[in-house]
């Protein structure tokens, strides 16, 4: 499986935009790329995704670098509830039907969020 | 609507018993995931459900874990001989479709494992 690779840890102000970066260049033609965060004592839960093209949803909007080798998670105004652990992962979308698509997470971004 | 559910929400046990882990996906769910995530780690892939079937389940780490889905809804993880090691939260994912990789996993909050 293709790796991503991210910075340990984060900090922003309340109220300002937060920009998360990701890493993964040796991703491959069929791969999405997909954000969860896991909020302290919580499973993780379901951010964003996409393939090629920029995408934005109610959370936060995904920005794919054009030769799609890397990746920003944007929060738009970060909040206290916004604290969490990022994880980027690949999810390759070209494999025959019984592998279930496992997700494979890394140690992901923690992010700090201050007043 | 009702989201995944996990129970107990913490479970101790002594080192060398046995323990059960429930899981309840969301209803209609085909998809149903099994990780462990140890204190500071990102979860780990344990096994895959695709209705009542098992398909995957290289990331079990011995034979003393085993899961099981009689009738493709409900979950159960079952951990024979527990040892220190074992000590993890145990999540449970679910996905309304099979190997469609933009479908989101949608994840209980887990159960807190404590071997003493």
Not at chain 1, 47 to 54: M, R
Request: charged letters at 20%.
């Amino acid at each position: 499986d293709a790796k991503t690779t991210q910075p340990n840890s984060m900090e922003s102000n309340e109220e300002e935009p937060v920009h998360l970066p990701c890493n993964h260049s040796t991703i491959s033609g069929t791969d999405y790329i997909h954000w969860y965060r896991q909020l302290p004592s919580q499973g993780p839960e379901y951010v964003i995704h996409g393939l090629t093209s920029n995408v934005n949803n109610r959370m936060a909007s995904l920005a794919i670098a054009e030769d799609r080798k890397s990746s920003t998670l944007i929060l738009h105004r970060a909040t206290l509830r916004d604290a969490a652990v990022y994880y980027c992962i690949l999810r390759d979308g070209g494999r025959p039907t019984g592998g279930g698509n496992k997700l494979t997470f890394g140690t992901g971004t923690q992010l700090k969020v201050e007043l | 609507g009702a989201g995944v559910s996990q129970s107990p929400r913490y479970k101790v046990a002594k080192r060398g018993q046995d323990v059960a882990l429930r899981c309840d996906p969301i209803s209609g769910h085909v998809s149903l995931f099994w990780y462990q995530q140890a204190l500071g780690q990102g979860p780990e892939f344990l096994t895959y459900f695709q209705n009542e079937a098992q398909l995957d389940k290289s990331g079990l780490p011995s034979d003393r874990f085993f899961a099981e889905r009689p009738e493709g809804s409900v979950s159960t993880l079952k951990i024979q001989r527990t040892q220190q090691e074992d000590s993890a939260v145990y999540l449970c994912a679910s996905s309304p479709k099979d190997t469609v990789s933009n479908q989101p996993q949608h994840f209980g909050d887990g159960t807190r494992l404590s071997i003493l």
